[in-house]
């Protein structure tokens, strides 16, 4: 069995991975002229945070992502399972407390606990949630890996290449992301702004959630005294620039979580749009020969896998997932 995979992010490569260790032979097809170049996938956070976003999203997500974070550790010797924290600055407690009644699958630390396990946010925080179970990677080595591990189960991508070459008729797994709009036509995009800095001055062992009413802002260690800090969620199309303020408050809630971060150097600046539904849940869905996983929101590294395996289900053992393989009669009728 042979298939093809338009789109080189996450989704295409997990996508990619999953049916190659089934014994399918795949090729991706990928418009950019490298692995990130033009993707959302690039500039996420990575982390792998079921039960955090949980407090946002439905339980379907948290169901996925528990799923994909044992892909995940399964697979990728990248993925760093030592937890999430999230802490609140005096003023704005009652957002832990909230934040807790939402979710699950964590413990309240107190001042000493977060010093045990976060020694230089030791007496910052009186106190913090602890949701040891989860993981993060570092997005870009991930996806590195991905086309690695394709390239040893003898899959190809190739790169410069839209598919605009194929004849119609080829059974193709669309993961192009936004870029799908003409296809999905409920699909929207959300702007996501990050920084990486780096100060070797600080140091932290896993991804920190600082809670906030306006501006929840997260901190993602990524080794090497570099850090991501992230990200805004802008409804807009709009990937070229940040804003001032944008940028303002991404630096003052790094600088909150630790005055070292006033120190640190600036090395990256990035904004992508993010692919989402209007209930911002992903989708499987079917066109003919054509099979689009797309909406993977703020949960595209959480879900692909999962979504992924999926997939592979569909095509080669024909099976229905209706929890994720919505039918819109209206773009049925246009396809
Ligand atoms: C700032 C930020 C932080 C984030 N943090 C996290 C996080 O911590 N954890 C998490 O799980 N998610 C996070 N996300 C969300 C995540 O990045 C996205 O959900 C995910 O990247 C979407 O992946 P995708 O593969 O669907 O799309 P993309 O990554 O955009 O990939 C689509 C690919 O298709 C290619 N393409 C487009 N058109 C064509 C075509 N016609 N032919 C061939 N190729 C084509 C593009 O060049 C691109 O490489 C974050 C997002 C942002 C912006």
């Known amino acids: ?102 979710t699950e699958r964590f413990e309240w630390l107190d001042t000493e606990g977060i010093g045990a396990i976060e020694p230089q946010l030791s007496g910052r925080f009186g106190k913090a949630l602890f949701f040891a179970d989860e993981a993060h990677l570092d997005p870009r080595a991930a996806l590195r890996f991905l086309a690695h591990r394709l390239d040893s189960l ?36 959300v702007k996501g702004e990050m920084l990486v800095l780096r100060s070797r001055e600080i140091t932290l062992h896993r991804p920190v959630r600082v809670l906030h009413p306006r501006i929840p802002v997260y901190v993602v260690p990524r080794g090497d005294g570099v850090f991501m800090v992230g990200a805004t969620m802008i409804e807009s199309d709009d990937a070229e620039r ?55 929101f703020r949960h595209g590294f959480l879900l692909a896998p999962a979504l992924a395996r999926m997939a592979a289900d569909i095509v080669c053992n024909d099976r229905c997932y209706p929890e994720v393989m919505d039918e819109d009669p209206r773009e049925r009728r246009l396809a």
Not at 66 to 91: D, K, M, N, Y
Not at 156 to 168: A, E, M, Y
Not at 177 to 189: F, H, T
Not at 245 to 274: C, D, K, N, W
Request: proline content about 5%.
């Open 154 to 189: 003898g899959g190809h991508i190739r790169f410069g290449s839209d598919g605009s070459q194929l004849p119609p008729a080829s059974p193709i797994v669309d993961c192009t992301g936004l870029s799908a709009r003409e296809a999905l036509k409920d699909l929207r995009g």
């Open 1 to 102: 069995m042979r298939i093809t995979i338009a789109g080189a992010g996450v989704a295409g490569l997990t996508c990619a991975v999953e049916f190659a260790e089934r014994g399918v032979s795949v090729e991706v097809l990928e418009r950019a002229d490298d692995i990130g170049a033009r993707s959302c996938s690039w500039y996420a956070g990575g982390m792998l945070a079921p039960w955090c976003e949980r407090v946002r999203a439905e339980p379907l997500v948290a169901a996925l992502g528990e799923q994909s974070l044992q892909w995940w550790c399964e697979r990728f010797p990248g993925t760093q399972q030592r937890g999430s924290l999230v802490i609140a600055h005096g003023g704005d407690a009652a957002e832990l407390t909230r934040f807790a009644r939402q």
């Open 242 to 296: 940040i804003t001032a303020r944008s940028m303002l408050e991404l630096l003052s809630a790094a600088y909150a979580l630790h005055p070292a971060f006033g120190e640190a150097e600036v090395i990256e600046i990035g904004t992508q749009v993010r692919p989402a539904f209007p209930d911002n849940l992903p989708r499987i869905r079917r066109r003919g020969e054509r099979l689009y996983i797309n909406g993977l």
